[in-house]
Every structure is written in C-alpha cells, then in structure tokens.
C-alpha cells in the first residue's frame, strides 16, 4: 500500500513544481493571458492538486499568475504597471548603488565582479529568477540596506518576464554585461554619483528595449495577453 507524501515530501513537490511553472511562464511556453487549471497543471506536471495549489499561491504572489474565473491565468503583460515599476526601480536602485559606493568593501566588490562574469555564460528564466543572481539585485545588497535590497528583489521578480523578451539573445546580454562592468568599476572606485547616473542610463535604457519588444509581440500573443488600460474617467 503506497504511502501517504509526508509533509517535506509535499513542500519538495510543491518547490519542484513551482520551480518548472516559473520556468515555463518566464520561457513563454505558457503564454500571457492563457487560462490554466489545477487538473491540467495536476495532469502536466505529475504531481498532485496539494503541490500545485501551493506553486500557485506562490506565483500569484510574484505577479506571475492571476485568478481568473475558471480558475486560473498566467498574468497578462499590464504595461501600465510595467512603467510604474520601472519608474520605482529608478528611485531605489539610485538610492542602493549610492550607498553601495560607501559602503561595499572590496572584497564584496571582487566577489560580486566574479559572479557577474559567471553569470554571462548561463542565461536560462530559471538562472535570472533564483533569489540573488540578478545583477541589479547584487548591486542593491552591496547598499547593506536589506530594504532596498528587497525592494529591488520585488522589481525583478516582476519585470523578469518582460525583459526576458530582450535579454534572450546573446548579444543583448553581452551588452548588458558590458554596462554592468562599467557600474561596478565606478563602484570600485567609490564614485556613488557617477555610478548612479550609469545605473540610471542602463534601467532607462532596458526599460525602453523592453517596451519596445512589447509592443511588437501584441500580435504574437493578442489581446489576452495583454491586460485592458485601467479606465480613469469618472
């Protein structure tokens, strides 16, 4: 007779699974706006309602799934918030490098220049969500400000999928790489304003490539993958 799943048995199902849904949500295999159900999730990923109820909670949570009226739908891309998370990013991560200049010692400095490099090599939405190797979010834990540090974690989590519409190719992250370099050797020298302004270029700048790819997959994934401009009028 089978035994019943203990409870870290259902909290490593539940991990996996959520681990493979992320990955397909952020991959675009499962596509903005598409409708998603625990019984089809059950059924696809092996695994049963409890583990996937949890993965969902979870994903909810990070922005990445909505509740929807037959149960659930990956989040269509809110451009509207996009924006407004992107102007957020500005003022805290202007706010983290600047303490991070004063702050970070050169052996964090060194550390955080070696794992930039490694990261290069590993580009997959599994690798860029796994708390701590986002680059931005090195930088902000470097502030020894774990507010901003969590603040700037929140951002990615939720603009992660958007920029992965750009960052999947080679040479935008090569790019990347090379502007990262920039920020961390002005952070080297302890120039918090220089590196500030750098680090503003580059969000504004990936902030424009990342609209700019949106708006040209509108026809790929159409209207439910994108959700409806909030109505302000009276």
Same mark, same amino acid.
């Given at each position: 007779?089978p ?11 539940a ?27 059950e +059924?696809?990923? #092996?695994?049963?309602?409890? &583990?996937?109820?949890? /993965?969902?909670? =979870?994903? $909810?949570?990070e922005g990445?799934? *909505?509740? +929807?009226?037959? #149960?659930?739908?990956?989040? &269509?891309?809110?451009? /509207?918030?996009? =924006?407004? $998370?992107?102007?957020?990013?500005? *003022? ?10 004063a702050?970070?010692?050169p052996v =964090? ?7 930039v490099?490694?990261?290069l ?16 979010v090195?930088?902000?834990?470097l ?7 969590d ?6 989590n ?12 080679p ?11 920039a ?43 994108f ?5 302000e009028?009276?």
């Open positions: 007779m035994t019943k799943p203990t409870m870290d048995e259902d909290l490593s199902l991990e996996r699974a959520l681990g493979r849904m992320r990955s397909d949500i952020l991959a675009l295999r499962l596509a903005p706006g598409e409708v998603i159900s625990e019984r089809s999730l +059924a696809f990923y #092996g695994v049963s309602r409890t &583990p996937i109820r949890q /993965a969902l909670a =979870e994903l $909810i949570r990445l799934v *909505v509740r +929807a009226e037959r #149960g659930y739908a990956v989040a &269509p891309f809110d451009l /509207a918030q996009l =924006e407004q $998370i992107f102007e957020y990013r500005e *003022v805290v991560e202007v706010a983290a490098i600047r303490l991070a200049a702050r970070a010692t =964090e400095v060194d550390r955080l220049q070696e794992a490099d490694r990261s090599g590993d580009a997959t939405p599994e690798s860029w969500f796994t708390a701590g190797l986002d680059v931005h090195w930088l902000a834990e502030s020894h400000n774990r507010f901003l540090r603040a700037v974690q929140d951002c990615v939720r603009t992660i999928r958007a920029r992965w519409l750009v960052a999947s190719s040479q935008a992250r090569a790019a990347a790489h090379r502007e990262h370099n920020i961390i050797a002005l952070l080297r020298r302890g120039d918090g304003e220089a590196a500030a302004e750098a680090v503003l270029r580059h969000t504004r700048d990936v902030r424009a490539q990342v609209m700019q790819a949106l708006e040209q997959s509108r026809r790929l994934f159409g209207a439910r993958g959700a409806e401009p909030a109505n009028g009276g």
